[in-house]
T-cell receptor, first 118, second 113 residues
Framework: DAMVIQNPRYQVTQFGKPVTLSCSQTLNHNVMYWYQQKSSQAPKLLFHYYDKDFNNEADTPDNFQSRRPNTSFCFLDIRSPGLGDAAMYLC?????????????????FGPGTRLTVL | RKEVEQDPGPFNVPEGATVAFNCTYSNSASQSFFWYRQDCRKEPKLLMSVYSSGNEDGRFTAQLNRASQYISLLIRDSKLSDSATYLCVVNTLYGGATNKLIFGTGTLLAVQP
């Protein structure tokens, strides 16, 4: 089945120790997103890739970086995790048509990676 | 004012009840609308898209009122398995070049036996 896969499902890291979360998709969608979701809050968009174009949200800390080496894979790098970065990290994909005035279709989410920072 | 607002609930209803959720959005340029369902500690899953004419999928009915900028979700004959958080999601065009999905904080539904 076509799907969005995230690894690992659970990640424990130490304060300040870099961590990388991965996402892969078999849907052949051209848009991939990373969200951060804390308990009882809405998913918060960190950034997204439209094809190879990286789009950072204005309030995403510099501590968060992303890479998309090909259509199928996208990585979230947290350079120096703090206690406040403990959260569920959700990867999502969608089809987007055109680069301006694009209409984004519904997003499909991976199961998430729950990050704990000690 | 939040871009997408929902009553956080919780809505506690008995099995078999009909329950309705409303959601308002602030940007009149918003183009697409969705309801997602999120179970505890799981990822959001698309429940249904919301079309201008309204749409129905089994026990679920979604409606859009562009003039008043609100979206609704009606669940009939509630089941225990409907217990979850329901997220209202709006697709909005920014600056003519960027689309963004904005999530509401969700409405918690608890169906009681």
């Amino acid at each position: 089945d076509a799907m969005v896969i995230q690894n690992p499902r659970y990640q424990v890291t130490q304060f300040g120790k870099p961590v990388t979360l991965s996402c892969s998709q078999t849907l052949n969608h051209n848009v991939m997103y990373w969200y951060q979701q804390k308990s009882s809050q809405a998913p918060k968009l960190l950034f997204h890739y439209y094809d190879k174009d990286f789009n950072n949200e204005a309030d995403t800390p510099d501590n968060f970086q992303s890479r998309r080496p090909n259509t199928s894979f996208c990585f979230l790098d947290i350079r120096s995790p703090g206690l406040g970065d403990a959260a569920m990290y959700l990867c999502a994909t969608s089809m987007g048509i055109g680069k301006q005035g694009a209409k984004l279709y519904e997003q499909f989410f991976g199961p998430g990676t729950r990050l704990t920072v000690l | 004012r939040k871009e997408v607002e929902q009553d956080p609930g919780p809505f506690n209803v008995p099995e078999g009840a009909t329950v309705a959720f409303n959601c308002t959005y602030s940007n009149s340029a918003s183009q697409s609308f969705f309801w997602y369902r999120q179970d505890c500690r799981k990822e959001p899953k698309l429940l249904m898209s919301v079309y201008s004419s309204g749409n129905e999928d089994g026990r679920f009915t979604a409606q859009l009122n562009r003039a008043s900028q609100y979206i609704s979700l009606l669940i009939r004959d509630s089941k225990l398995s409907d217990s979850a958080t329901y997220l209202c999601v709006v697709n909005t065009l920014y600056g003519g070049a960027t689309n963004k999905l904005i999530f509401g904080t969700g409405t918690l539904l608890a169906v009681q036996p």
